[in-house]
T-cell receptor
């Protein structure tokens, strides 16, 4: 089966850089996606890596290494509004399997 | 245009009753997904519809759960004989046919089974 693991919680201060890791034990997937979910809100799409390497979207970057079964989401210049849960997800034949989620708390 | 909508936003029911949850996807999106999220947990895939193809029901936890999608648009998730462990937020998402990696989620229905 598919298994994606993420740290349960990460804390950081405003202006800092934080990296949220996602390790997986699966193969044959099409790509790695990242979603953000604020408390009480719906998940929203952040980024997608179809190929190995780094994808940058503003303050957020995402990385994938299939050979290492590993990916990460990098958040720069942290803001209080970045406090949320972050989920990685692998794509299989038109559906996503989500990781366990990482709760990010940003402090002043 | 409008995003994904779900109704009701909250549903409280008694154990053993049936419930129906509704999802209106983004117009033109051919793919529709249902997920379940327990408090503080990740998203558990339940079922997936793509166009007129047979749905992928591989995530449904038991035969008490079923879903339909009428006319390739609105979907209804039905839970029969609800149990307390069914209490969760049920999220619906839609995507265009070729962009399953970017799914647009509705606000969810919070189901509480007493």
């Amino acid at each position: 089966g598919q298994s994606l693991e993420q740290p349960s919680e990460v804390t950081a201060v405003e202006g800092a850089i934080v990296q949220i890791n996602c390790t997986y034990q699966t193969s044959g997937f099409y790509g790695l996606s990242w979603y953000q979910q604020h408390d009480g809100g719906a998940p929203t799409f952040l980024s997608y890596n179809a190929l190995d390497g780094l994808e940058e979207t503003g303050r957020f970057s995402s990385f994938l290494s299939r050979s290492d079964s590993y990916g990460y989401l990098l958040l720069q210049e942290l803001q209080m509004k970045d406090s949320a849960s972050y989920f990685c997800a692998v794509g299989y034949t038109d559906k996503l399997i989500f990781g366990t989620g990482t709760r990010l708390q940003v402090f002043p | 245009g409008a995003g994904v909508s779900q109704s009701p936003s909250n549903k409280v029911t008694e154990k053993g009753k049936d419930v129906e949850l509704r999802c209106d996807p983004i117009s033109g999106h051919t793919a529709l997904y249902w997920y379940r999220q327990s408090l503080g947990q990740g998203l558990e895939f339940l079922i997936y519809f793509q166009g007129n193809s047979a749905p992928d029901k591989s995530g449904l936890p038991s035969d008490r759960f079923s879903a339909e999608r009428t006319g390739g648009s609105v979907s209804t998730l039905t839970i029969q004989r609800t149990q307390q462990e069914d209490s969760a937020v049920y999220l619906c998402a839609s995507s265009s046919g070729t962009a399953y990696n970017e799914q647009f989620f509705g606000p969810g229905t919070r189901l509480t089974v007493l």
